[in-house]
Antibody, heavy 119, light 107 residues
Framework: QVQLQESGPGLVKPSQTLSLTCTVS??????????WSWIRQSAEKGLEWIGRIYKGGRTYYKSSLKSRVIISVDMSKNQFSLKMRSVTAADTAVYYCAGGEPITIFEIWGLGTMVTVSS | SYVLTQPPSVSVAPGQTARITCGGQ??????VHWYQQRPGQAPVLVVYDDKDRPSGIPERFSGSNSGNTATLAISRVEAGDEADYYCQVWDSSSDYVFGAGTKVTVL
């Protein structure tokens, strides 16, 4: 059974970088067939896909966030990470990591982690 | 960009059938997926590719998709079905698109 767990700071100051990690158990990030994504949820924007990584390296981002977001992977730890720079209050949300196979669905979700952007 | 439209809320009596719609331009040409989100929990995939259910999801959950509307039906509704439900599609130009969600209330 594949499980995901998000970790990272719950509070980030405006203009700084949000950093989150998703630990994957039960599947290999580097050799498996799942696509791994970051998704966030806020009252204002609802569920919003941020970006994905596949086969341990290929990334793709939502166009409106592309300039601020990097998703990377640590194969040795079977983790993938999200970095979002220059955050504002509008980036306050619950952040989920999710996985799916095929590319079109999210069949596995982490529990989510609340990130607040505030000074 | 592609837009999915859901009613904000649906109310249903226990034992009845709840129907949640998801509107989109020619959505019948796309694969629609549905997620259930109970308060304080992560979304759970309940229907994928219009009508298929992941393992462990009761047969009471069913889906259909045609024309400009996809529908999630929950038959023999139980108190535990009270949750927010989201439709989602994958569009080659918009990537992943979610509906705004429908709150199902069991009366």
């Amino acid at each position: 059974q594949v499980q995901l767990q998000e970790s990272g700071p719950g509070l980030v100051k405006p203009s700084q970088t949000l950093s989150l990690t998703c630990t994957v158990s039960g599947a290999s990030i580097s050799s498996g067939s799942h696509y791994w994504s970051w998704i966030r949820q806020s009252a204002e924007k609802g569920l919003e896909w941020i970006g994905r990584i596949y086969k341990g390296g290929r990334t793709y981002y939502k166009s409106s966030l592309k300039s601020r977001v990097i998703i990377s992977v640590d194969m040795s730890k079977n983790q993938f990470s999200l970095k979002m720079r220059s955050v504002t209050a509008a980036d306050t949300a619950v952040y989920y990591c999710a996985g799916g196979e095929p590319i079109t669905i999210f069949e596995i979700w982490g529990l989510g982690t609340m990130v607040t952007v505030s000074s | 960009s592609y837009v999915l439209t859901q009613p904000p809320s649906v109310s249903v009596a226990p034992g009845q059938t709840a129907r949640i719609t998801c509107g989109g331009q020619n959505i019948g040409n796309k694969s629609v997926h549905w997620y259930q989100q109970r308060p304080g929990q992560a979304p759970v995939l309940v229907v994928y590719d219009d009508k298929d259910r992941p393992s462990g999801i009761p047969e009471r959950f069913s889906g259909s998709n045609s024309g400009n509307t996809a529908t999630l039906a929950i038959s023999r509704v139980e108190a535990g079905d009270e949750a927010d439900y989201y439709c989602q599609v994958w569009d080659s130009s918009s990537d992943y698109v979610f509906g705004a969600g429908t709150k199902v209330t069991v009366l």
